[in-house]
């Protein structure tokens, strides 16, 4: 016996077993098994215990329940898949609702932005052009200053008149 | 002449109600069986088993034809299986609490409801017979998942190696140890070494 035909087989055995092997180590197999008693033990045991597990048989079933079962389950499946959407129209339209509000907030949010900086611009160029009108009344700045103190109704009219002596 | 398993599964694809009938009739006994000696439990096996069903009429028109329609189907089948096993090995887990189910050295994690003994095929065998057979499904039981279905699907559905390891989703190398060391440790179990 050689080295190769003395080593015990151990997965070998299996692929053996399967009639698996290619002939070459098929042949090398066999010839250990002719000089091993242990191995062909092996052998048969596991040929025992495979029979065993195939003999068995597992419960009957009424095959004609079992389909009609099957049948069932498959159609509420089915009409879970259709409908599913529709089985959820609140989280739907959660999304859809926070979906649209982000995509406006994208879009109009910038435009929006630069709309408030145009107005805030227009608005500190129209108090300049206020204040240019009024550039003589406060060329009578300390009268003006006292306005709040004097509160001296006589003085504003009085401004005002100059100023419509000044236009005629 | 008789439609192949490939063809009626193309079928099945395209909505073909009674395609999907016939192999229902076909493969039914073969899905359960299998079911079952990975879930030893009844009710299980039928509900994962149907399940199975659902999901080949779902996803016929994913089967490519590479593999046999067979090796495609068990494939489907055995992972449901082995996530059944999964999800209700915590509660098995509680049950077998306190009795000090597991034996030592036992990895699977299985308890004594896995170790229901499989039912006699025959009334007639006698109590040795059906006390081996008890003996044999306790020993099976002790497997882990993956060994027991190597073993089964080897022993029940005489699948080749390369089909197991397909269904497996493994190399054949690792089908050919899970079948070894599951043959080992059912032949220690079984006290014949």
């Not at chain 2, 079928?11 to 359960?32: C, H, I, S, T």
Request: charged share 30%; glycine share 6%.
């Amino acid at each position: 016996m050689s080295d190769m035909d003395s080593r015990h087989p151990e997965t070998e055995l299996i692929a053996y077993l399967k009639d698996e092997l290619p002939q070459r180590s098929r042949e090398t197999v066999a010839r250990h098994l002719d000089g091993c008693a242990d191995c062909r033990s092996t052998l048969t045991d596991f040929r025992t215990l495979l029979a065993g597990v195939a003999a068995t048989t597992a419960p009957s079933v009424a095959w004609q329940r079992y389909r009609a079962e099957l049948r069932q389950r498959l159609e509420s499946e089915a009409g879970r898949h259709r409908w599913s959407w529709w089985r959820r129209p609140f989280p739907v339209a959660v999304s859809a609702g926070l979906a649209a509000a982000v995509l406006a907030l994208v879009v109009l949010a910038p435009s929006a932005w630069r709309d408030e900086r145009r107005v805030v611009d227009g608005l500190s160029g129209f108090e300049e052009a206020v204040l240019g009108t009024r550039l003589d009344m406060l060329r009578q700045y300390p009268v003006v200053e006292r306005l709040d103190l004097l509160e001296d109704l006589d003085v504003i009219r009085q401004l005002d008149g100059l100023e419509a002596r000044r236009e005629s | 002449m008789e439609m192949s398993d490939e063809v009626l599964c193309q079928r099945v694809a395209d909505r073909d109600e009674a395609a999907f009938d016939q192999l229902v009739e076909r493969y039914q006994g073969r899905a359960y069986r299998l079911a079952w000696s990975i879930l030893r439990d009844a009710e299980e096996a039928r509900d994962v088993s149907q399940e199975a069903f659902i999901r080949l009429y779902q996803s016929a028109a994913s089967f490519g034809g590479r593999a046999r329609f067979s090796t495609w189907f068990y494939r489907l089948l055995v992972n449901l299986c082995l996530d059944q096993r999964r999800k209700t090995k915590w509660w098995r887990q509680i049950f077998a609490g306190s009795d000090g189910a597991g034996r030592p050295g036992d990895e699977s994690g299985e308890t004594l409801l896995d170790r229901q003994p499989a039912p006699s095929t025959d009334p007639l065998e006698g109590m040795a017979k059906e006390r081996e057979t008890d003996q044999l499904w306790t020993a099976v039981g002790t497997l882990s998942p993956q060994q027991r279905a190597v073993v089964i699907l080897q022993a029940q559905e005489e699948l080749s190696t390369k089909e197991i390891a397909t269904i497996l989703k493994c190399s054949e190398a690792t089908v050919r140890v899970h079948l070894h060391r599951a043959l080992i440790t059912l032949r220690r179990t079984m006290g014949n070494e």
